[in-house]
């Protein structure tokens, strides 16, 4: 049983139906090759909780995002919840704990504010639609906060404030990982639900995206969760290239900073162009599982999968 906390499907989904036009085939998520985490893939991995990222590419205009946005949504109900009866949307968290045998949890989630902008009627449609964690960046600035790539380096505007404050009222996990190093702390501040839905150990790879270990530990003490990735430029320095001991060797630094129980997995498929060998889509899952077994106890390897995320629910 496995919660992965990243993926990027619905943007292919909605590139395929947008490419429709020009003749590009749409994507079945039932079984598409194209998608990573298929059901097909899902199933095979062993994979019982999706999440499912909402991400605007920084190149769409500003007055488009909303309706990007929306059709990714659309595209969440229509193609993966209407047409799988075995896709059971999550709306809150209390209906992890009622999924069945045979069912996959699937939760709606926003990487970066760009899509709601200022507008904070449209963040109370994006939570009454089902959105239980939010990202406020991804790597550009925006009206929340600026991301890891904005040289400038700052933290939450006022607004971010005010979102991270709606989020803690709507028990959303407030999503760490495109932050800046200022936005983190920021962020963890103001946070009741801190998360880090798909980051790397900064110790072990010197890349923008991971985290620090104060900022590891922080996070432990305050009862968040850090989902590693499995992104290769994000497991080692300066390399396309990762095994999945390499990937291992950042559970393990989080577990020397005293992680043991807010580590989980966030893939990031759908969204990385390299691959960890062994660990290219979903249905590959087994092949990290057995190995951390060889590294781990039964137990740890069970918290490592699903338990932690379980046993840290917003509240």
């Not at 079984?31 to 605007?56: C, H, M, W, Y």
């Not at 290239?241 to 989980?264: M, N, P, Q, V, Y």
Request: glycine content about 8%; proline content about 3%.
């Amino acid at each position: 049983m496995i919660i992965d906390t990243h993926c990027d499907a619905l943007l292919k989904l909605q590139l395929a139906k947008r490419g429709a036009a020009y003749g590009q085939d749409l994507l079945d998520f039932k079984n598409a090759p194209e998608l990573d985490t298929s059901l097909a893939r899902l199933k095979e991995g062993g994979v019982k909780v999706q999440f499912f990222a909402i991400f605007i590419e920084p190149d769409v205009p500003s007055e488009e995002k909303w309706q990007h946005a929306l059709e990714q949504i659309d595209l969440f109900y229509t193609e993966i919840i209407d047409k799988n009866p075995e896709m059971v949307h999550i709306r809150k968290w209390e209906d992890l704990s009622s999924l069945e045998d045979g069912q996959i949890g699937a939760v709606l989630t926003l990487e970066g504010a760009d899509a709601f902008g200022n507008d904070l009627v449209k963040l109370r449609h994006l939570y009454r639609l089902g959105v239980l964690s939010i990202g406020m960046t991804w790597n550009n600035a925006n009206l929340c906060a600026d991301g890891a790539g904005e040289p400038r380096g700052g933290g939450l505007t006022l607004l971010g404030k005010e979102v991270v404050k709606l989020n803690n009222e709507h028990r959303v996990w407030t999503d760490v990982a495109h932050s800046t190093v200022q936005g983190f702390w920021d962020i963890l501040k103001h946070a009741d639900y801190p998360f880090a839905s798909h980051s790397n150990a900064r110790a072990i790879c010197d890349h923008r995206r991971n985290l620090y270990d104060d900022q590891a530990k922080a996070m432990f003490e305050k009862g968040g969760l850090i989902h590693v990735v499995f992104n290769p430029p994000f497991i080692n320095a300066d390399r396309d290239e990762a095994s999945i001991t390499d990937l291992i060797r950042h559970i393990d630094h989080f577990c020397s900073l005293g992680g043991e129980h807010h580590i989980g997995f966030g893939s990031d498929f759908d969204g990385i162009s390299s691959f960890v060998k062994g660990l290219e889509n979903a249905g590959q899952y087994p092949n990290l599982i057995n190995e951390l077994q060889k590294h781990y106890s039964e137990t740890q390897v069970k918290n490592f999968a699903y338990q932690n995320f379980m046993d840290h629910l917003p509240s």
